[in-house]
C-alpha cells in the first residue's frame, strides 16, 4: 500500500493569513528549475516563519498539519510527499542536537537559535537540488560513450543537465559525441521539443518519435535514460505516464535502463502495482452510454492533468543520483537510514 499519511488539519493562530498551498504553487511558477519536493520544504520554511512556535512540540505540530494541508490540496501529492518528510526528519535531528552552550534545544533560547537557523537556509534546499543535477552530470558522464544511442522522453531537468554537459568537453576530458531519440509526448510537446531544442544547440544529433514508435527504436538504443518524479521505498520509480512501458521495452530487448534522480526524491512510498499509488488518476474510464452521434461522451471525472505510472525496481540497471551510482536495493537501504 501507498505510504501517504492522512493527518487532521488543524489550524494555527499565527498563520490565518498564510496559504501554505498558493505559497507551494507560486514557488514552483516563479522558479522553472524548483522540483516539486524542494518547493514544498520551501512552503514549509516559509510557514515556519509566519508561526511564533517556541517550543519542538509546537513546531513538529505545525509542520504536521501544514504539510496535510499541502497534501490534500494536490492531486498527486506522491512528490512533494517526500519533500514534507524529509523535511521533518531533517528537523528531527536538527532538533535533537544540542544548542551552542550545550544546553538542549528545547530550551527556549537555543530552540530560537535553531529555527532562526532553518529560516535563514531555506534556500539552501533548493541550491543543494540544483548542485545535485550537476554531481549527477558528473558522475554519469562515463556512462555516456561515443557512439551511443540514448532513448529518453519527457521533460526531465537532470536528464536535460546530464546529457547537456555530456555533450561539452570538461578538464581535458573531451566532449561524447552521442545521439538521442527522443519519445514525444503530444500532450507535452512543448516541453519535449525545448528539451530537443537545447541537446541540439550543444551540437547532439537528436531524433524524435512518437510514443508509438518506442518499440520500432530499441533496437537502435544502447541505453534508456529517465528521471523521476519520486523514487520508491523499494528502489522503483513514479514518472511522467509511458516511463514504465519504456522500462518493458528495454527489458525485453536487453537494454540497460538509467534513473537519474535527485536523493530528495527519496522517499517512503511504497506501491504493489499501478493502481496503489495512493491518489486516484481516472484513466480508465469504463462505460457503455453513446452521446449523440459524432459526440464522445465526457467522462464523469476527469483524469488527472500530468498522469504517471510506477516502474518497479526489477526492470531499473541503475540510479545515477547525487550519492553516486546506486542499485535499487542501495536506494532502497538508503531510504530507510534516512527516513527511519
Same mark, same amino acid.
Given at each position: 500500500?501507498?505510504?501517504?499519511?492522512?493527518?487532521?488539519?488543524?489550524?494555527?493562530?499565527?498563520?490565518?493569513?498564510?496559504?501554505?498551498?498558493?505559497?507551494?504553487?507560486?514557488?514552483?511558477?516563479?522558479?522553472?528549475?524548483?522540483?516539486?519536493?524542494?518547493?514544498?520544504?520551501?512552503?514549509?520554511?516559509?510557514?515556519?516563519?509566519?508561526?511564533?512556535?517556541?517550543?519542538?512540540?509546537?513546531?513538529?505540530?505545525?509542520?504536521?498539519?501544514?504539510?496535510?494541508?499541502?497534501?490534500?490540496?494536490?492531486?498527486?501529492?506522491?512528490?512533494?510527499?517526500?519533500?514534507?518528510?524529509?523535511?521533518?526528519?531533517?528537523?528531527?535531528?536538527?532538533?535533537?542536537?544540542?544548542?551552542?552552550?550545550?544546553?538542549?534545544?528545547?530550551?527556549?533560547?537555543?530552540?530560537?537559535?535553531?529555527?532562526?537557523?532553518?529560516? %535563514?537556509? @531555506?534556500?539552501?534546499?533548493?541550491?543543494?537540488?540544483?548542485? !545535485? =543535477?550537476?554531481?549527477?552530470?558528473? *558522475? #554519469?558522464? /562515463?556512462?555516456?560513450?561515443?557512439?551511443?544511442?540514448?532513448?529518453?522522453?519527457?521533460?526531465?531537468?537532470?536528464?536535460?543537465?546530464?546529457?547537456?554537459?555530456?555533450?561539452?568537453?570538461?578538464?581535458?576530458?573531451?566532449?561524447?559525441?552521442?545521439?538521442?531519440?527522443?519519445?514525444?509526448?503530444?500532450?507535452?510537446?512543448?516541453?519535449?521539443?525545448?528539451?530537443?531544442?537545447?541537446?541540439?544547440?550543444?551540437?547532439?544529433?537528436?531524433?524524435?518519435?512518437?510514443?508509438?514508435?518506442?518499440?520500432?527504436?530499441?533496437?537502435?538504443?544502447?541505453?534508456?535514460?529517465?528521471?523521476?518524479?519520486?523514487?520508491?521505498?523499494?528502489?522503483?520509480?513514479?514518472? %511522467?505516464? @509511458?516511463?514504465?512501458?519504456?522500462?518493458?521495452?528495454?527489458? !525485453? =530487448?536487453?537494454?540497460?535502463?538509467? *534513473? #537519474?534522480? /535527485?536523493?530528495?526524491?527519496?522517499?517512503?512510498?511504497?506501491?504493489?502495482?499501478?493502481?496503489?499509488?495512493?491518489?486516484?488518476?481516472?484513466?480508465?474510464?469504463?462505460?457503455?452510454?453513446?452521446?449523440?452521434?459524432?459526440?464522445?461522451?465526457?467522462?464523469?471525472?476527469?483524469?488527472?492533468?500530468?498522469?504517471?505510472?510506477?516502474?518497479?525496481?526489477?526492470?531499473?540497471?541503475?540510479?545515477?543520483?547525487?550519492?553516486?551510482?546506486?542499485?535499487?536495493?542501495?536506494?532502497?537501504?538508503?531510504?530507510?537510514?534516512?527516513?527511519?
Amino acid at each position: 500500500m501507498a505510504v501517504i499519511g492522512e493527518l487532521p488539519i488543524r489550524d494555527n493562530p499565527d498563520l490565518e493569513s498564510f496559504d501554505i498551498v498558493s505559497t507551494y504553487h507560486k514557488l514552483l511558477a516563479d522558479d522553472p528549475e524548483l522540483t516539486m519536493p524542494v518547493a514544498a520544504i520551501e512552503a514549509l520554511i516559509e510557514a515556519l516563519s509566519q508561526s511564533s512556535a517556541k517550543t519542538v512540540f509546537e513546531t513538529m505540530d505545525l509542520i504536521k498539519t501544514q504539510s496535510a494541508k499541502l497534501r490534500h490540496a494536490v492531486r498527486n501529492p506522491v512528490a512533494l510527499t517526500h519533500g514534507t518528510d524529509l523535511f521533518q526528519q531533517y528537523l528531527v535531528m536538527t532538533l535533537k542536537q544540542p544548542g551552542p552552550d550545550g544546553k538542549e534545544t528545547s530550551s527556549h533560547e537555543n530552540f530560537e537559535v535553531v529555527r532562526q537557523h532553518l529560516m %535563514r537556509n @531555506g534556500r539552501l534546499f533548493a541550491q543543494r537540488a540544483k548542485q !545535485a =543535477r550537476e554531481q549527477i552530470a558528473s *558522475v #554519469a558522464r /562515463e556512462y555516456v560513450r561515443d557512439g551511443y544511442t540514448i532513448l529518453t522522453h519527457g521533460g526531465s531537468r537532470v536528464v536535460g543537465t546530464l546529457l547537456g554537459r555530456a555533450a561539452e568537453s570538461v578538464m581535458g576530458d573531451a566532449r561524447r559525441r552521442f545521439k538521442v531519440i527522443h519519445v514525444v509526448n503530444d500532450a507535452r510537446r512543448a516541453e519535449s521539443l525545448k528539451v530537443v531544442a537545447a541537446l541540439r544547440a550543444r551540437g547532439v544529433q537528436v531524433a524524435t518519435i512518437s510514443e508509438s514508435a518506442a518499440a520500432y527504436s530499441m533496437g537502435k538504443v544502447n541505453m534508456v535514460l529517465v528521471g523521476a518524479e519520486a523514487v520508491t521505498a523499494n528502489g522503483g520509480i513514479i514518472s %511522467r505516464m @509511458g516511463t514504465y512501458q519504456l522500462a518493458l521495452l528495454a527489458n !525485453a =530487448r536487453k537494454k540497460d535502463f538509467f *534513473v #537519474a534522480a /535527485e536523493q530528495h526524491k527519496f522517499g517512503k512510498t511504497f506501491p504493489l502495482d499501478q493502481f496503489d499509488l495512493g491518489f486516484d488518476q481516472d484513466i480508465l474510464d469504463f462505460h457503455a452510454s453513446k452521446g449523440e452521434e459524432g459526440e464522445e461522451e465526457k467522462p464523469a471525472t476527469e483524469p488527472v492533468e500530468e498522469p504517471v505510472d510506477y516502474t518497479p525496481p526489477e526492470f531499473i540497471t541503475s540510479f545515477l543520483s547525487d550519492n553516486g551510482v546506486l542499485t535499487p536495493t542501495d536506494v532502497a537501504k538508503m531510504v530507510i537510514d534516512l527516513m527511519y
